[in-house]
T-cell receptor, first 112, second 113 residues
Framework: ETGVTQSPTHLIKTRGQQVTLRCSSQ?????VSWYQQALGQGPQFIFQ???????GRGNFPPRFSGLQFPNYSSELNVNALELDDSALYLC???????????FGPGTRLTVT | KQEVTQIPAALSVPEGENLVLNCSFT??????LQWFRQDPGKGLTSLLL?????REQTSGRLNASLDKSSGRSTLYIAASQPGDSATYLC????????????FGTGTRLTIIP
């Protein structure tokens, strides 16, 4: 199996701007989840996509949105960036056999 | 609301010692529990997954146990090595079909050579 990959590795944006983060899931994993991890904290669930539709969401405002594509890649979009959006953003895909989640290396977003 | 707690927040032990990391959760109705390792600034590496019907899982020097009734899990690391230094996170999945994991804040482990 290929691993979960994310791009870019690091990103610096200004407050009020919009950002798109990308994730490529492991082959055959049709569920992708996104998490936000602030410094010193555990990851917080943003939402998940299954078969290109959002089917679960955490306590995040609508300016956090996503897309999943037929090839299992996905995007996380954040509009109207705020300083508190600075964090490590992680995506994870779920094995259909074991339900184990596999995480990518993350994208470090800094909002100034 | 499911809450996950990991104690201690940080732990330092000499190389070669065996050690135990603790994880507790408030709602025992979980689907599975997963232990992860995270190196500074990096993503999460899955270590062990325990299904709700299982009591323990082993991989190499690692052994994870699960006691659903008491809301506890432990990660046992045998013969610790400096390369084991990292933050260890536990996470529970509550609902089948919803992949949301609820994480603890982690235990930062330092192995002293």
């Amino acid at each position: 199996e290929t691993g979960v990959t994310q791009s870019p590795t690091h990103l610096i944006k200004t407050r009020g701007q919009q950002v798109t983060l990308r994730c490529s899931s492991q082959s055959g994993h049709n569920t992708v989840s996104w998490y936000q991890q602030a410094l010193g904290q555990g990851p917080q669930f943003i939402f998940q996509y299954y078969r290109e539709e959002e089917n679960g969401r955490g306590n995040f405002p609508p300016r956090f949105s996503g897309l999943q594509f037929p090839n299992y890649s996905s995007e996380l979009n954040v509009n109207a960036l705020e300083l508190d959006d600075s964090a490590l953003y992680l995506c994870a895909s779920t094995s259909r056999d074991t339900y184990e989640q596999y995480f990518g290396p993350g994208t470090r977003l800094t909002v100034t | 609301k499911q809450e996950v707690t990991q104690i201690p927040a940080a732990l330092s032990v000499p190389e070669g010692e065996n050690l135990v990391l603790n994880c507790s959760f408030t709602d025992s109705a979980i689907y599975n529990l997963q232990w992860f390792r995270q190196d500074p600034g990096k993503g999460l590496t899955s270590l062990l997954l325990i299904q709700s019907s299982q009591r323990e899982q082993t991989s190499g020097r690692l052994n994870a146990s699960l006691d659903k009734s008491s809301g506890r899990s432990t990660l046992y690391i045998a013969a610790s090595q400096p390369g084991d230094s990292a933050t260890y996170l536990c996470a529970v999945k509550v609902i089948f079909g919803n992949e949301k994991l609820t994480f603890g804040t982690g235990t930062r482990l330092t192995i002293i050579p």
